[in-house]
């Protein structure tokens, strides 16, 4: 496996040339980037441009290990607006089309929500509408996603939607491609489930791994926490992904960044992963 970090890792406003520089310096093999309305890498970036920092990224040693975006929380696939939903399908096209260029295998994709708690005024979608909403907007994109080469990783997030293994298999297995699957986030199954139990369940279905970790009992957006330092049971979650076969990128996603000394987040990462995936010799 290799250990690669998300930009919601860094300072908000860090320069992609900067967070490049920290990952490579941290000791990460990757960087997983995110598609933003605007910016550096925003819906206006052509394929050319993505191709170019490619290139600048690539040159440093670092590989690009996926793309994500949060644009999903403004644009849902599921939403009562059908400009929103129409929105949102063209949101993941762009990712799709920039993702083929940047070299990205997969795109992390939230395919919409019922609810969303920590969203002021999200609205509230009945499930079994936003079920087939999403069904129909993911089996449509997966012929974009194959046609880009580029696989659509679904995201299990706080949306109160696909709340379990079993559902999100099912949802994978009847869009039926594949070039669709789980974008795996350990730290957020754990106020509801146990992690190495959704992976032995969606199995070859995972695409990539969000490694996160959380403290049941500090409840809500408080429970994240360092790596190591929560309820994720990382022996029993790597034990799974070694059964299923799983060798693509563990990412670290670490939301909330310090209040000080930021980039300090990034080298304690580092070196949690490192003990996570056996790296670290420990002496006495």
Known sequence: MKKGINIWSFREG???????????AAGFEGIELSLNESGELGLQTTEKEARILRDSINET?????????????????????????????DVCKKQLELAAALGVDTILVIPGAVGVDFIEGCEVVDYEKAYDRALEAISH???DAEQAGVSIGLENVWNKFLLSPLELRT??????????????DVGNIV?????????RILGHRIKKVHF???RRTAGGLHGFVDLLAGDVDYPAVMKA????????YVTGEMIPSYTHYT???????????DAILGRTTFKA
């Open 241 to 248: 992904l070694e059964e299923i076969g799983y060798n693509n």
């Open 171 to 184: 949802f994978i297995d009847t869009v039926g491609s594949s070039y669709v699957g789980s974008y795996l």
């Open 141 to 143: 994109l997966a012929k």
């Open 212 to 214: 996160k970790d959380y």
């Open 191 to 199: 106020h509801s489930g146990y992690p190495e139990q959704w992976i």
């Open 14 to 24: 860090t320069e992609i040339k900067e967070c490049v520089r920290l990952a490579k």
């Open 61 to 89: 040693g670092l590989e690009i290990a996926g793309l994500a975006t949060g644009l999903y929380w403004s644009y849902a696939m599921t939403s009562e607006s059908e400009a929103n939903r129409t929105k949102a399908i």
């Open 263 to 273: 980039e300090q987040i990034i080298f304690n990462t580092s070196a949690a992963m």
